[in-house]
């Protein structure tokens, strides 16, 4: 078995256990995937890189989780691998604006890697490091309280999700997320299994409807839809065009 379909065969293996067992603390599979292809349509990808993308942004979760099956039910937990800044999560005793300067900074440790690799005309790393990127930047929408800030304060937290130089507004709260358990950390105000916005059902907090009948799970998803969308805008923006041409049209060698 080549390392394309273990890839694949493990995405499904996960995927499928996630549908049947308590998961941690992951915008579900289907959902990052839909954002994903939804971000990238209308820049041309080749479905082969589509696909790349894709895998990568999935595999910033299999790569970081284990089945812990002595939990009842068995629990989807953080692994060895597990880094909180690739989903903006907050481990205590990490405050709001720390686990937020982390998560910024390592997208953009993304973004100037996918640069400078499409620049070297390594298209298959630059696709790669996208999927993490956005991974990172999706999972920011879903373990924040971003749907409930304001106007003003949405706006300067698309920018510092980004760019660790632009502040992160003192209203924005990640998540609590304890690594060690897969759960909240005990007496946390703002923990991941009350708070989050994974999935349409994953807690109350999901399930919120605003007047205009739009879930608060529906808003993160539109939000990291959209960032995702201009995180790739972005990257276009700073590449020689006709390396660009080559990255999106990128295929298996």
Known sequence: MNVTSRIILSLIVLYLTILSVSYASIFIPGIHKDITEEAMDGFNFSAEATRKVVNANLLQDTGEMKLDRTKKPPQIVPNEKYNPAHHFDRNPPKTNAQAAADGAAYVKGKKDAIIEAIQ???FEKA????GAALHAIQDFYSHSNYVDLS???QAAADKAVTDPNSPMPDSVQLTGYDKGTGKDPVGDPYGHDAKSKDSPNKNDESKKKDANDKTNHEKAKDAATKA????IQCIKDEVDAKKWEQFVNWKPG
């Open 120 to 122: 070297a005309c390594d």
């Open 127 to 130: 696709l790669n490091c996208l």
């Open 151 to 153: 106007a003003a304060d």
């Open 228 to 231: 995702s969308k201009a995180f």
